[in-house]
């Protein structure tokens, strides 16, 4: 685990063009994506390429691996569970997926281009032509100490990705192994449903607890709620989830 300083960054999504700035406490996240070797120490998981990232792993298995993991290391939980609805203990100091505001601020380390460093000399991508995830740390790290936050496999964070329109989806960050320039960029958000697992889909793991009641480094369940109930930006046909 690396400790970030506290600090702020904008948020912008390209599909609806809002930016919103965000102000960060300190937290702590993993220097490298959790790994196969990692994933079968703390779970019943195979572990062929003990040094590649895990991957197929789906957001719900994502925060029951941190609430293992917790366990693991004699820390509370930081999440608590009715049925598949999942809720944030935002003052655990339990293992957790960062929030978006805490991944790209790690992922970007003051830098302010898409990269923190030449892609090729960065990130595995489609340029690279490999057909895997490959070994964690074999690109050059940001000026965090972080490795593979751009390339290699996306990362699964905390934060709901548009509920006003894809209801439950979870934000992944990052690209993948086999993801062109465009798409292996600090700012790319991209998501998936709760039970959605895919080859190049990963996690890291961060930590930290806050002062506050439902809302957390850039994250709000109340904003969720409020953005959920959104007119005008549904597809046709859809009705927004009502809570």
Known sequence: ??????????????????QRPVDLEPFEI???????????????????HPRRP????????????????????????????DGEDVSWDVSSEGFRLPTEAEWEFACR???????????????????????TPQPVGGKIPNLYGLFDTLGNVWEWCWDLLDPARYDEYRTFRGGGFADDAWSVR??????????????????????GGFDGDGAA?????????????????????????KR
């Open 1 to 18: 685990m690396r400790r970030i300083p506290g600090g702020s960054i904008v948020l912008q999504d390209a599909r609806t063009k809002t």
């Open 30 to 48: 993993g220097v490298y994506p959790v790994t196969q070797e990692q994933m079968a120490e703390v779970l019943d998981a195979a572990a062929p």
């Open 54 to 81: 895990a991957t197929d792993i789906s957001w719900l298995r994502a925060v029951h691996f941190c609430n293992a993991l917790s366990e693991w290391e004699g820390l509370e939980h930081a999440y608590l569970f």
């Open 109 to 131: 380390a003051g830098s302010v281009g898409p990269h923190y460093a030449p892609l090729a000399d960065a990130a595995w991508t489609a340029a690279d032509g490999v057909m």
């Open 186 to 207: 600090a700012s790319v958000r991209r998501g998936g449903a709760p039970r959605m697992h895919h080859p190049d889909v990963g996690m890291r793991v961060a930590r």
């Open 217 to 241: 480094q850039g994250w709000s369940d109340a904003v969720d709620r409020e953005r959920a109930l959104q007119d005008g930006t549904s597809p046709s046909g859809w009705t927004p989830r």
